[in-house]
């Protein structure tokens, strides 16, 4: 048995998780603690104190009964808004709090393009222009180039939960470019388990999103490979590992 552990601003989206672990389809444990979300809004001030520390060792603890072998602060917005430097300074608090091996959200989308081999990649986010800019610029910083930034001005967590896979289709095919090698989808709150096989059919390219990066991270945080085909390209590029 492999456990991971994730802790997950609020209550958007999480259900995400029962659904990955199902498709995993083999002995992975994935464990979700709800951190404080504070004032639900994609507003730069809002998402810098959500990553906060103190917000983040809370929900160690509880964390730390489940198991789990790693952790990942599954919040893209909550770490990237602290610039690469400072989002490295979260996770390496997040790891001595813990004791454990972790990463968060937006580290594990520069792990997976790299995984992909996608070097150029187009943004798709929920965001306002604002906040999605800060996302480019992070990847840029840490070594990923970005063709596109497409932002969509959703103000909160809760909105974005209550889209429909047409919706999340729509905000991928406004960000595509044709110079992208995938398409990348950052906000954990947008519901994405179910729709990745068809997201990547219909944009002809690999998709990643935010609850998907974040598994993988959690995966390759505890050196574990897994194949499920119905998670997306990120999933399908390794051998199956028998337990």
Known sequence: MTALGFLHPGHSAED???????????????????????????????????????HLAAGVEELLLSGAEAVVWA???????????????????????????????????????????????????TYPDDVAALFAAFLKEAGTEV?????????TAAEVAGWDYDQVLALAREADHPDAEAILLPDTALHTASHLPALEKDLAKPVLTANQVTVREALRLTDRRVNAPELGTLFTREPIVQA
Do not use: N
């Not at 063709?147 to 103000?155: I, K, T, Y």
């Open 75 to 125: 919040c893209a917005g909550g770490s990237f808004v602290h610039g690469l430097q400072g989002a490295h300074e979260q996770v390496r608090g997040l790891a001595r709090a813990a004791g454990l091996p972790a990463s968060s959200t937006s580290f594990a989308f520069v792990h997976a393009a790299r995984e992909l081999g996608a070097r150029r990649v187009a943004i798709g986010a």
């Open 16 to 54: 995400d998780y029962p659904r990955i672990e199902q498709l995993l389809g083999s002995d992975i444990r994935l464990t979700v603690v709800h951190t404080d979300i504070g004032e639900d809004t994609h507003r730069l001030d809002a998402l810098l104190e959500m990553g906060s520390a103190r």
């Open 147 to 155: 063709v596109a930034v497409r932002g969509s001005g959703v103000a």
